[in-house]
């Protein structure tokens, strides 16, 4: 059960929830959406050619995030098990994944309905230095705006406005939702509610990957 994906709409609690799985199961949470930050935070190559459709709420092409996931998971912390947050994104990513050889044990979908995303990422904050994420209501830092993992800055970010997020959510549906068909012919598919509070998802999540609470 070492090798994860999560699958859902922007906002639904991926990240939240694959830093708790992380946490539990010794294995890395691997968030490509996480490194393409970084990568334009520190202004690289790569950052600048995923910077402008990021900042639309576009997908960055296939081969880029294709390269930088395959690049990861080679890493030494990754021999035992991962789980994949925001991919694949796409059939060809979902493709490129078979093609390498990773056999997927399980893949969650965590669904939240559209109407209560839009409202749920106003309050996601995400901490600049290491990407980890939380949220004003649901899931608040010790120390206003200060991560509680590293100490660093947390902030909106900046594909968090209420137009980015709602052309977000049309991508998700028309790129992302088919691997949902995808994964269920595998039978890997398992789907969980997203719960209003991020403490009752992540015992669903758990129950349904068989792991103690
Ligand atoms: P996330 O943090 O997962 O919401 O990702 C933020 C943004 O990074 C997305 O809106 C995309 O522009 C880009 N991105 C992250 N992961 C992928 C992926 N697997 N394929 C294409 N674009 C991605």
């Known amino acids: ?88 994104r796409t059939v060809a990513q979902a493709e490129a994944l078979d093609t390498m050889g990773v056999a997927i044990d399980v893949v969650m979908e965590i669904a939240v309905p559209d109407e209560r995303i839009c409202a749920r990422m106003s309050g996601r904050r995400v901490c600049e230095s290491c990407g980890a994420s939380y949220h004003i209501e649901y899931k608040p830092t010790t120390v206003e705006g200060i991560c509680d993992k590293c100490g660093g800055k947390t902030v909106q970010r900046v594909d968090d406005t209420p137009e980015t997020v709602l052309s977000r959510l049309a991508v998700y549906q028309e790129k992302t939702a088919p691997l949902k068909d995808y994964y269920a012919k595998t039978g890997k598919l398992v789907t969980v509610e997203g719960q209003e509070e991020v403490a009752d998802t992540t015992k669903l999540v758990f129950k349904a990957l068989g792991v103690q609470d």
Do not use: C, Y
């Open 1 to 88: 059960m070492n090798k994860m994906i999560l699958l859902g709409a922007p906002g639904a609690g991926k990240g939240t929830q694959a830093e708790a799985i992380s946490d539990k199961l010794g294995i890395p949470q691997i968030s490509t959406g996480n490194m393409l930050r970084e990568a334009v935070k520190n202004g690289t190559e790569l950052g600048l050619k995923a910077k402008e459709a990021m900042d639309s709420g576009a997908l960055v092409s296939d081969d880029i995030v294709i390269g930088i996931l395959k690049d990861r998971i080679a890493e030494p912390d990754a021999a035992n098990g991962f789980i994949l947050d925001g991919f694949p």
